[in-house]
């Protein structure tokens, strides 16, 4: 006979009436567990999964036309070794001098070009090797004078076409760099002969913008946009012309600048006037063309004052000039072409658009006529720098297609 309880049939209805609230502990590490597995997944396909990474940022203009003036130097100068190892006849004029020279000048280039990565702590560490594919896509080495010419001539091209963009030091080292080549290219064309390609005359000089026309004071409604105020033109309010630092911000460093042009122009017109009184004979003519061309650029620097808006320095009655000009006029002509150099370069760092291509033009016409008077401008004109100051080259700085960097 069975048993019959109430305690027994009461239990399996409890049973069979769990309320949801009692199974949720129950299946709570359930849910757990299969989320830690959910998100042990999610993490593997995360580590499994190629990050792609991000290209680098591009350099800024000025850095690119850096490296790209650098690389051009240390390859022109490993022709230039070249060249100079194989020429035959030292006394010839694109025998074994002229292309020391271009090494020498290029060498001093490189170094003045070189960065804070481009130069490791250790000198005569072996630079880094280039890739295959960028040592197969570089164009040959010049193997002649005329080919060395042509490549320095369009490596100064360049350097003074990326000098007109660049920031304000960089342009005036590019500036430097640019007229340094074009008149080496210059010299090895004189040497190698007719064969030579003619060598570029670099910048043209671009045409001085025109003043803004100066309303009546009187009617200040009259006056017209960008015009400037007429300005007390006294020597007490002529900026001050700029030091080799070039430390005045803004438009008076500007203002030095184009003042300073114009005094060192007229200072050269009036030794010109004293040196034809002088020379004779074939100088005589040059003296002439250069006394037209002085001319010219003082009017042009006045006019690019006018247009800044900067007073414009009065001219002096007259200079003073040693005894050594007086007794070699050619001699004193070539300093004063010299004297110029440095002003340029301080106009090209401190102006921009039409004015430095105004001041890079310049640059390189002084420098030419420097060389017609018998003065070597140096490998960097209108940089006033200490060669012994610049970094030296890491030991085998060579260009990518050189076999020692392969």
Not at 177 to 200: D, E, F, I, K, R
């Amino acid at each position: 006979m069975t048993t019959w309880s109430v305690v027994k049939d009461d239990t399996r209805e409890k049973r069979r009436r769990v309320s949801p609230r009692r199974l949720f502990p129950r299946i709570l590490p359930r849910f757990a567990f299969l989320a830690c597995l959910a998100l042990v997944a999610v993490s593997l396909g995360a580590a499994l999964t190629p990050v792609v990474p991000r290209e680098p940022p591009e350099p800024p203009f000025s850095e690119r036309a850096r490296a790209s003036a650098l690389t051009a130097a240390l390859r022109l100068r490993t022709a230039g070794e070249q060249l100079s190892e194989a020429a035959p006849d030292p006394g010839s004029g694109t025998g074994q001098p002229a292309f020391s020279q271009t090494v020498t000048l290029l060498t001093t280039q490189a170094r003045a070009l070189l960065g804070p990565g481009d130069a490791p702590p250790d000198a005569s560490a072996e630079p880094p090797s280039s890739t295959p594919s960028a040592a197969s896509s570089s164009p040959p080495l010049p193997t002649s004078a005329a080919g060395l010419a042509a490549e320095l001539a369009r490596s100064g091209s360049q350097r003074l076409a990326d000098a007109a963009t660049a920031d304000g030091g960089m342009a005036r080292l590019l500036a430097a760099v640019g007229t340094g080549q074009l008149l080496q290219a210059s010299a090895l064309a004189a040497g190698a002969g007719p064969a030579v390609p003619a060598v570029p005359a670099g910048p043209a000089v671009p045409a001085v913008p025109a003043v803004p026309a100066q309303a009546d004071p009187a009617s200040a409604s009259a006056q017209p946009s960008g015009a400037c105020p007429a300005p007390d033109v006294t020597a007490s309010s002529v900026p001050p012309a700029p030091s080799t630092g070039g430390t005045l911000p803004g438009a008076a460093a500007l203002g030095g600048a184009l003042a300073a042009t114009v005094r060192i122009e007229a200072e050269t017109v009036y030794g010109y006037q004293v040196a034809l009184t002088r020379l004779g004979g074939d100088a005589a003519k040059p003296a002439a063309e250069q006394l037209a061309r002085h001319e010219a650029l003082v009017s042009a620097a006045e006019t690019l004052s006018r247009g800044q808006c900067v007073p414009v320095p009065p001219l002096e009655a007259g200079y003073v000039l040693g005894p050594s000009f007086l007794a070699a006029p050619a001699a004193g002509l070539a300093g004063q072409e010299t004297a110029t150099l440095p002003v340029y370069g301080d106009l090209v760092a401190l102006s921009d658009g039409e004015t430095r291509r105004w001041a890079i033009a310049g640059l390189l016409d002084a420098a030419r006529r420097a060389v017609l008077w018998g003065r070597d401008p140096g490998p960097l004109p209108g940089l006033l720098a200490d060669p012994a100051a610049f970094p030296a080259l890491p030991a085998g700085a060579l260009p990518p297609e050189s076999p020692a960097a392969r």
